[in-house]
């Protein structure tokens, strides 16, 4: 199995930058792909950005491209998501996901982390 601790969530205001962590333990060397989904309340999850673990691919949902950047530090088994240009609709719980195959859906999800960007 793979352990994720999300954390960096908090309160910014409109226009202001906030960066995620996840950091995953356990089977890390099964990791395929990380993703940042978040789930507005009473809604379904929707994704937000993903990585490879290698690195060479990055996947960003429409409403997030150009303001969100993710990324990986394969040394610290952890990937970030820096969020720039936060708007008040980015307020939400934000949750790392991991697959361990490109075919797969994800397998392991964190804990979640709010967001709350006040206007």
């Known amino acids: 199995q793979v352990q994720m601790v999300e954390s960096g969530g908090g309160l910014v205001q409109a226009g202001g930058s906030l960066s995620l962590s996840c950091a995953a333990s356990g089977r890390t060397f099964s990791i395929y792909l990380m993703g940042w989904f978040r789930q507005p309340p009473g809604k379904e999850r929707e994704f937000v950005a993903a990585i490879t673990w290698t690195g060479d691919s990055t996947y960003y949902s429409d409403s997030v491209k150009g303001r969100f950047a993710i990324s990986r530090d394969n040394t610290k088994n952890t990937v970030y998501l820096h969020m720039n240009s936060l708007k008040p609709e980015d307020t939400d719980v934000y949750y790392c996901?991991?697959?361990?195959?490109?075919?797969?859906?994800?397998?392991?999800w964190g804990q979640g982390t709010q967001v709350t960007v006040s206007s």
């Open positions: 996901g991991v697959k361990t195959s490109r075919n797969r859906e994800y397998d392991y």
